[in-house]
């Protein structure tokens, strides 16, 4: 089961959107390298590029040209409604399995421990709500949707349907 939540979670990524190196001139599909994990938070709307890109004329790196690309493509998004409203219920989740059960336990002493009857639902709900993120970016409305994950604006997910270039900014 959980090898079948990570397989859903996970991300295909790539890059699919032409770039004009900056050395040559060459505007073009890039090269795509494969991509490197980057730990780096970035907050606002600076750009965290995971896909080696190259120049598929001259292999200049163009990493830096993509992540203003993403900026360019991605920054007047919002993140969408659906998402919003799955934040908030995580929110008020956390409140009803966390706090609400600690604050009965020093409210009313009860006999069995409410509050680590609480943690315990906490990770089941992290779960259900990332699926539930993650399940958006099974939909499109091309109908066969394929988003492949082009790096982060900020702390959100920047996606691009493969087949119909939809695009789609995920929070989680
Ligand atoms: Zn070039
Ligand atoms: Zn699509």
């Given at each position: 089961?959980?090898?079948?939540?990570r397989?859903?979670?996970?991300?295909?990524h790539?890059w699919?959107v032409e770039l004009?190196?900056?050395?040559?001139?060459h505007t073009a599909?890039?090269r795509y390298?494969?991509?490197?994990?980057?730990?780096?938070?970035?907050?606002g709307?600076?750009?965290t590029m995971?896909?080696?890109i190259?120049?598929?004329k001259?292999a200049?790196?163009?990493?830096?040209?993509a992540?203003?690309?993403l900026v360019?493509m991605?920054?007047d998004?919002?993140v969408?409604k659906?998402?919003?409203?799955?934040?908030?219920?995580f929110?008020v989740?956390?409140v009803?399995?966390v706090?609400?059960?600690?604050?009965v336990q020093f409210?009313?002493?009860p006999?069995f421990h409410?509050?680590?009857f609480?943690?315990?639902?906490?990770v089941p709900?992290?779960f259900v709500?990332?699926?539930?993120?993650?399940?958006?970016?099974?939909?499109?409305?091309?109908?066969?949707p394929?988003y492949?994950f082009?790096?982060?604006l900020g702390?959100?997910?920047?996606y691009?349907c493969?087949?119909c270039?939809r695009?789609?900014?995920?929070?989680d």
């Amino acid at each position: 089961m959980l090898a079948k939540y990570r397989s859903a979670v996970q991300n295909d990524h790539g890059w699919e959107v032409e770039l004009t190196c900056p050395s040559c001139g060459h505007t073009a599909l890039p090269r795509y390298d494969g991509w490197t994990p980057d730990t780096s938070i970035n907050f606002g709307s600076t750009p965290t590029m995971f896909a080696l890109i190259a120049c598929s004329k001259c292999a200049h790196d163009l990493r830096d040209v993509a992540g203003k690309q993403l900026v360019a493509m991605f920054s007047d998004m919002a993140v969408s409604k659906l998402n919003k409203r799955l934040i908030a219920y995580f929110v008020v989740g956390v409140v009803l399995v966390v706090a609400l059960p600690i604050i009965v336990q020093f409210a009313f002493k009860p006999k069995f421990h409410v509050a680590s009857f609480g943690a315990i639902l906490f990770v089941p709900l992290i779960f259900v709500f990332n699926y539930r993120v993650v399940s958006m970016r099974k939909r499109c409305t091309c109908g066969a949707p394929k988003y492949i994950f082009m790096g982060l604006l900020g702390r959100s997910y920047c996606y691009r349907c493969s087949n119909c270039a939809r695009l789609l900014r995920l929070r989680d």
